[in-house]
Nanobody, 113 residues
């Protein structure tokens, strides 16, 4: 089983940027879909973005044009560049291989207004 470890969360003002990184303990070459999910206080976990092994990306509507997901199979990392952050982006962000049900421990992102 591959372990996933997120980093890069923090506190930022609205309009600011953060870059989240996810380091995998093993190869992600054979993992077709990697993604980022988030869970805000009192809400269910929701999908944010996914990327296939071929680089095809999908985003939830609320982050389109602001967030960019990428992966580096050689370094076994997945990243999420978040720009123009809004207070409603505040959540714990999780890296995942949703099909294989691998999840990281999460990293907190807080956006102040």
């Amino acid at each position: 089983q591959v372990q996933l470890v997120e980093s890069g969360g923090g506190l930022v003002h609205a309009g600011g940027s953060l870059r989240l990184s996810c380091a995998a303990s093993g190869s992600i070459n054979s993992i077709n879909v990697m993604g980022w999910y988030r869970q805000a206080p009192g809400k269910q976990r929701e999908y944010v973005a996914t990327i296939s092994s071929g680089g095809r990306t999908n985003y939830v509507e609320s982050v389109k044009g602001r967030f960019t997901i990428s992966r580096d199979n050689a370094k076994n990392t997945v990243s999420l560049q978040m720009n123009s952050l809004k207070p409603e982006d505040t959540a714990v962000y999780y890296c995942s291989s949703p099909i294989l049900n691998y999840w990281g421990q999460g990293t907190q992102v807080t956006v102040s207004s």
